[in-house]
Nanobody, 116 residues
Framework: QVQLVESGGGLVQPGGSLRLSCAASGMVFRFYAIAWYRQAPGKQRELVARISSGGMPNYADSVKRRFTISRDNAENMVYLQMNSLKPDDTAVYYC??????????WGQGTQVTVSS
């Protein structure tokens, strides 16, 4: 069974940094693109960043040049390095994978709060 487990969230001051981790299991990890989404209170869930199976990243305009997504296929891990954090980045961050012919999977989420 596919499982995605996020970690690394917390409270950080504006301008600070956090590194989120997503541990994947139950799948042939290197075959699939993995994405990070976020959902702020009262807002729709939105795509933050995505990394292809070959390691090609894509970012939402709002996080370009501040966030970096990466993956370690040997460890079945995906990371989201978040720098220059803003209060607008406050949200629950989710790891996501869509496996063709099966279904899409979400992690349980990790809370990121950017506040002074």
């Amino acid at each position: 069974q596919v499982q995605l487990v996020e970690s690394g969230g917390g409270l950080v001051q504006p301008g600070g940094s956090l590194r989120l981790s997503c541990a994947a299991s139950g799948m042939v990890f290197r075959f699939y693109a993995i994405a990070w989404y976020r959902q702020a209170p009262g807002k729709q869930r939105e795509l933050v960043a995505r990394i292809s199976s070959g390691g090609m990243p894509n970012y939402a305009d709002s996080v370009k040049r501040r966030f970096t997504i990466s993956r370690d296929n040997a460890e079945n891990m995906v990371y989201l390095q978040m720098n220059s954090l803003k209060p607008d980045d406050t949200a629950v961050y989710y790891c996501y994978v869509n496996i063709p012919g099966q279904q899409e999977y979400w992690g349980q989420g990790t809370q990121v709060t950017v506040s002074s």
